[in-house]
């Protein structure tokens, strides 16, 4: 099975994201150059939603030692809320699939998400990471994209 890191290591493309800052006379927009990457994980079907959000903590401590100065500038988790019986609340709609947490990797650049993937592609890296996952993801329903901020109405 090839890595999850490996996989996502096509998705290529930049945006830019503006940032005001005020001064006392008028307000300057900065251009950063920012990277993008979201991911939508599922849990195994025979591990609880608490289970899988520890492995995933815990497989997280993991790939930051593996990847060192390669790191994400943030690795943001958000964990879909479930109820008593391990399924996720929803609040409207319906759910076909479901993920149990939408992770959101913000690099410099490209580049910097080029050299994340390269810490993380040699054969003892991908042998690890895919050893650890085996244990609590859902590989082959997870979902990866490159994301764009848009920022509206401030």
Partial sequence: MVGFFHSIIFLRTTFTASTNIRTRSRALTINIMVYRVMVFAPRKADITHEEFKTRYEQHMVMV??????AAP?????????????????????SVDQSYDVVVTMTFEDEAGFGRFC???????AR????????????????????VEDVRGLE
């Fill in 118 to 124: 390269q810490a993380l592609d040699t054969p003892e």
């Fill in 64 to 69: 930051a030692d593996i990847c060192g100065d």
């Fill in 73 to 93: 500038v943030s690795h943001t988790r958000s964990y879909l809320k479930h109820d008593e019986r391990s399924n996720p609340i929803l609040l409207a709609g």
């Fill in 127 to 146: 042998a690890m990471i895919e050893a650890d996952e085996a244990g609590f993801w859902d590989r082959e329903r997870m979902k990866v994209m490159v």
